[in-house]
């Protein structure tokens, strides 16, 4: 059988470097309608799955607090980076696939 898990962590670790010149131009459109639909409130607690490398991130508001994950370590640094610009705005609290699955088992 083949392991979808594995090959998806690897390409998107493979993709991350460059992520964001794709698609970033690609999805800010759909991104932007998608996320400007939903009724936001201060202090909403949000869990972004497949956060990737936080193209979310600018239409997202400044008062929720924000829980994101990616199965791609690579993804998750490169969100974590962007998170960091984003203190101020965000109580955000990342994980990878590792993280939650040793959260599970505890």
Not at 29 to 36: C, N, S, V, Y
Request: charged share 25%.
């Amino acid at each position: 059988m083949f392991n979808t898990t594995a090959w998806n962590r690897l390409r998107y670790t493979a993709y991350a470097p460059f992520y964001d010149t794709v698609a970033a131009r690609a999805f800010r459109r759909p991104r932007r309608i998608a996320l400007g639909q939903v009724d936001w409130e201060p202090g909403m607690r949000v869990l972004l799955v497949g956060a990737g490398t936080g193209l979310d991130l600018p239409f997202l508001p400044c008062d929720i607090e924000l829980h994101a994950t990616d199965i791609a370590p690579a993804m998750v640094k490169r969100i974590a980076k962007e998170l960091k610009r984003c203190a101020a705005m965000l109580n955000a609290a990342l994980w990878t696939l590792k993280s939650l699955t040793t959260r599970r088992a505890l």
